[in-house]
């Protein structure tokens, strides 16, 4: 049997309880109505898909968002923590897995931010560490000294004391077209070369080398078996503990082991780990996220050929902006803490799965699926 949807009341607006099904015949953008535009934010991982599975219903409800020619018609956006591989390659597989054409302008990842940072160490030499293809990620981002921690590692000797036990090699991102006397040249510069920063990218794969050798950067101002120096700057892409994968239980996340690596570099070095963290649930990532509804919300004026002064007059300030997330405390605290005009809504695909809403943070709606979700928002925001 299908749970009921809980609503919450808001102590600052005043919500129905609306019917799932709604007309297909809609115009979010009608040149006859004054009705400020809104816009939709997904979770990924226990929203729309698991793995590789779409859930709840996702294709439908996306292909909802769309008219029948396949273009855009509701400015949305996926919202996710994950990552590890570039906006453009996780767009087109969204696509194939969703059956909708996917813009990379569309996709924020918890590397995503990573962007604003290019200016800063541009051409100083960075660590990536994570699941994927993290320094082919901040390549793209326009870092040109970067070297996945497989890569770093391998230039040196012993570093990691427990890889004669593996079972599992790891092949460094190294230029095959590259010389025997190429490669130890790269490997002095690399071995006399501080690292100026550590970006934890994606989930890591290998804990005990990734801590050890992070905490070899850390300790010694960026260059390994050396003495103590200052610490190099170090970002996570998020601090979730857990996330939803298709294991039934949730999965430990980056804030697993950013709290296994700060715990052990605390008790070996006298000045504490220093870091910054990015990802929902912080503001500035669901600012970032109105920010680029809006660009796509002006390209679709453009497109139906609106005039400038009406395009300005509706930018700036979308009515509502929707999260639809599986995580409490990530998903729906973040769109709690980003403003009045986001509107919460939790599923029970991922992380929840409980018959109420939750008691610490509440979501605005509490739907079984995405299609749930979307079915009420577009029965709200879309009547003819």
């Given amino acids: 049997m299908r749970h009921r949807l809980f609503r919450v009341a808001s102590h600052s607006r005043s919500r129905k309880q609306l019917p799932l099904l709604v007309s297909r015949s809609f115009s979010p953008l009608s040149s006859q109505s004054d009705r400020p535009p809104f816009g939709i934010a997904f979770d990924i991982d226990g929203v729309v898909l698991l793995g590789d599975t779409p859930i709840g219903g996702s294709p439908r409800a996306l292909r909802r968002l769309y008219d029948d020619s396949g273009k855009l018609k509701i400015p949305f956006v996926f919202l996710t923590n994950g990552g590890g591989f570039s906006e453009s390659k996780r767009a087109q597989d969204l696509g194939q897995l969703l059956g909708v054409n996917i813009l990379p302008s569309q996709v924020i990842q918890g590397h995503t931010p990573f962007k604003q940072l290019v200016n800063r160490f541009e051409n100083e030499l960075v660590v990536a560490v994570g699941k994927g293809e993290p320094a ?7 870092y040109k000294n970067v070297l996945s921690i497989d890569e770093y590692t391998s230039y040196f000797d ?29 490997k002095i510069s690399v071995q006399t070369q501080r690292v100026q920063a550590a970006f934890i990218v994606s989930d890591p794969v290998d804990w005990s080398r990734d801590i050890q050798v992070l905490c070899d ?8 078996g050396r003495e103590s120096g200052k610490q190099p700057l170090l970002f996570f892409a998020n601090d979730d503990l857990e996330y939803q994968a298709t294991f039934p239980a949730e999965r430990l996340g980056m804030g697993a082991f950013r709290i296994a690596l700060e715990a052990i570099y ?7 780990l220093a870091y910054t963290s990015y990802g929902k649930p912080n503001p500035f990532v669901y600012a970032n996220a109105e920010a680029i509804a809006e660009t796509l919300l002006r390209n679709l004026m453009l497109l139906n050929k609106y005039g400038e002064n009406s395009i300005n007059h509706r930018l700036g300030w979308f009515k509502t902006l929707y999260m639809i997330g599986d995580n409490p405390k990530i998903d729906i605290r973040g769109a709690q803490r980003a403003g009045d005009r986001w509107f919460s809504i939790l599923t029970r695909t991922g992380v929840f799965k409980g018959k109420d809403n939750h008691s610490e943070f509440p979501a605005d709606l509490v739907v079984d699926t995405v299609e749930d979700a979307v079915d009420f928002i577009l029965r709200k925001e879309c009547r003819s």
């Avoid at 990691?160 to 790269?186: C, F, H, M, V």
Wanted: overall charge positive; glycine content about 6%.
């Fill in 266 to 272: 605390n008790r070996i070095n006298p000045i504490p």
């Fill in 217 to 224: 950067i850390l300790r010694t101002g960026g260059l390994p």
């Fill in 136 to 142: 082919a990620v901040m390549s793209e981002y326009g």
């Fill in 158 to 186: 012993a570093i990691d004391p427990l890889a004669p036990y593996k079972k599992w090699t790891t092949k460094p991102d190294i230029d095959q077209n590259s010389t025997s006397k190429e490669t130890a040249k790269r």
